[in-house]
DNA sequence: AGCACGCCGACT
DNA sequence: GTCGGCGTGCTC
């Protein structure tokens, strides 16, 4: 017998091993095997007869059952195609680690057939989990928005048989745990628990039961009847840097299909393409949201002011109202883009083309597309109201803090830093952030506060968020400014001074009408050819010769299923970045044209690094 | 990804 | 005369 083996290295195709005498071995299973003098974890992906002399044998077995079964080692290969990744990266990423301990005592049963070795390893075993549902009828996919939507989640996963909430990190999954663990025990397959109990949850998982994970968690081998769900949808950590490079969201869907299971996508804001499925095409069921507890809304108009002072008079006064009523506060403000405005009307310069706030480069005063390339020179006036100002002003959270520190001498005041608020320095800031009346932090500064705590929550300058160079950055205000709403609840206020005080998504927030952004916002992506409508991929090019990136561009430019943009040279120099629009079909259309660039026999040096569907677009 | 092999500078 | 820099290339 022949095994196929994938390791976790950027070279997509598995490594061939003899199979010693005596072993059960399936696909979906671990192994060890000497792979370039070492001894390395891989999986098989495929195990087959044959005979060939000239292969090295496997060295042990690094799990007794394979953590995989057909269909979930399908469902990898699918999302590493999908994201042109190496099925070995992917499916590494989206395993338990292996418990070294356990693959040693493994390795000590064999050759011998030991009792210790169940039947669930046998090659004719059944597929462990992702079988069709019996009968089919549960399948559905709904989305949960809201007020109560977690509530709702709670509910459906405590009636269902068996259950697997993905969530967006380990904080997250002790949460949850804790939430879901008040009627029944919940295995935890998160890195938050130790690797034995962790793998031991995902081989019981099967068989039924709740369970709580994060996004290496999707894989997991399910019950037939068991419920998949996904909690904060709209969170960007369901897709980080890294492996498996594809959004958790996009997971759960097609898995969902695939296996004919019920799933749930809780969301505060979800994602425009997420939102976007949930209409009459899209195969996801969605309940109007009941509005539930809101703030008072007030938006400051900034245009023309808010050089000198970060406090316009109604934030200010609802400062002052909010310490008297001995309720807390927070001041949001936002990190500073390199992008100019008008300081009249606030408009924000854009790229003609795309609509994406151009980057503005001081030394060479010009402005640059991220997305297409375009450069040109800094303009004298601004287009939408002839204003001759036009500055890259931003408030940080120094000048925010200093500002307010004069203003109100009195009252207790903390900074929260995004880049403090890890170890012991955070422990510090994380206890005078708690005994503070004002906090002046960014968006992560909301953990720090708990529902309906929050007496007001003041935005100082969210319009630095529209300034980033990305086409989500009105999702991303949008997002933002709901979730400070929810964390303020039905007794306190939402202040948010802007430049763009028309913009609808400010609207939308003001109004508790989660429909009213996503229609305009919709409008705006699909006139403009952006996701959903259309997929972006980032291909970046780093090292080999000059001309690679070139004859990359040619290669893609060939496809007649992609849009290609110039590429734009990065930061990091000798690296080059282009823009690729596709189709629903991109990711096989960018596979076809980078055919000859990729494979067992790359004819080209250099590093060709392809990102499908950013959502981190770089900047 | 590791890890080796491979040709050009500062050391015992 | 060697030790070692990490640039290219392979790992069943």
């Keep these: 017998m022949i095994a196929d083996v994938a390791f976790d290295a950027p070279v997509d195709h598995p490594f061939s091993y003899r199979v010693p005498a005596g072993w059960s071995l399936a696909a979906g299973q671990r192994v060890l095997a000497p792979l370039g003098g070492a001894r390395r974890v891989g999986l098989v992906v495929a195990v087959r007869d044959g005979d060939d002399p000239g292969l090295k044998p496997l060295l042990a077995l690094a799990e007794t059952a394979p953590a995989l079964g057909a269909a979930g080692l399908d469902l990898a290969r699918w999302i590493a195609a999908e994201s042109l990744s190496s099925l070995g990266s992917t499916s590494a990423a989206l395993l338990p680690p292996v418990d070294p301990g356990a693959a040693r005592a493994v390795a000590a049963a064999l050759p011998s057939r030991d009792a210790r070795a169940p039947a669930r390893g046998v090659s004719t075993a059944r597929p462990a989990g992702g079988g069709p549902a019996p009968g089919g009828a ?101 897709k980080p840097p890294g492996p498996p490079r594809i959004h958790s969201r996009d997971v759960v869907l097609e898995r969902a299909q695939r296996e004919r299971r019920r799933a749930l996508l809780t969301a505060a804001t979800p994602s425009v393409e997420l939102w ?33 002072e970060p406090l316009t008079p109604p934030l200010a006064r609802t400062v002052r109202e909010t310490l008297a009523a001995g309720r807390r506060v927070l001041l949001l403000v936002s990190r500073l883009a390199s992008s100019l405005a008008c300081d009249e009307c606030g408009e924000i310069v854009r790229c003609p083309q795309c609509a994406l706030a151009l980057v503005y480069t001081r030394a060479a005063a010009t402005l640059s597309c991220r997305l297409c390339g375009t450069t040109l020179p800094l303009p004298d006036t601004c287009v939408h109201c002839q204003g001759r100002r036009l500055s890259p002003f931003g408030w940080g959270l120094e000048r925010v803090e200093h500002a307010v520190r004069r203003r109100f001498p009195k009252a207790r005041v903390a900074r929260w830093d995004p880049e403090a608020s890890r170890g012991a320095k955070g422990e510090a800031q994380r206890a005078a952030a708690a005994a503070a009346e004002i906090v002046i932090g960014t968006r992560g500064a ?45 007794h306190g206020s939402l202040v948010i001074q802007s430049q763009n005080p028309g913009h609808y998504a400010l609207d939308a927030v003001a109004r508790q009408e989660l429909a009213a952004f996503y229609r305009a916002e919709l409008k705006f992506r699909g006139e403009l050819g952006y996701p959903p409508f259309r997929r972006l991929a980032l291909v970046t090019v780093t090292g080999g010769e000059r001309r690679l990136a ?26 080059r970045r282009i823009v690729v629009k596709g189709h629903a079909d991109l990711s096989a259309a960018l596979a076809t044209a980078l055919e000859d660039f990729r494979g067992p026999r790359p004819r080209s040096r250099g590093i060709i690094d392809v990102e499908v569907d950013p959502v981190e677009w770089p900047s």
Excluded: N
């Design 138 to 238: 549960a399948s559905g996919v709904e989305l949960l928005v809201g007020a109560g939507r977690e509530r709702r989640l709670l509910d459906r996963v405590a009636q269902a048989p068996s259950a697997l909430v993905i969530v967006p990190d380990v904080e997250a999954a002790a949460r949850w745990a804790q939430r879901l663990g008040k009627h029944r025990a919940v295995l935890r397959l998160d890195s938050g628990v130790p690797d034995g109990e962790r793998a031991e949850a995902w081989a019981r998982l099967r068989d039924g039961g709740v369970a709580v994970g994060t996004r290496s968690a999707l894989l997991a081998p399910l019950a037939p009847d068991a419920l998949l769900a996904l909690v904060d949808e709209h969170e960007a950590a369901h």
């Design 276 to 308: 976007w499925r949930a209409g009459e095409r899209g195969g996801v069921a969605m309940t109007p949201p009941a509005p539930g507890p809101w703030p008072a809304v007030t938006i400051a108009d900034t245009r023309g002011i808010l050089r000198r």
């Design 446 to 490: 909301l953990r720090l506060f708990g529902p309906a705590s929050l007496g007001l929550a003041g935005f100082v300058s969210p319009d630095q968020l529209l300034r980033l160079p990305d086409f989500r950055a009105g999702e991303r205000m949008f997002a933002l400014l709901w979730a400070a709403a929810e964390r303020v609840g039905a």
């Design 550 to 575: 070139d004859e990359i561009v040619a290669a893609l430019r060939a496809s007649t299923r992609l849009t290609v943009y110039p590429p734009i040279a990065e930061r990091r120099e000798r690296a």
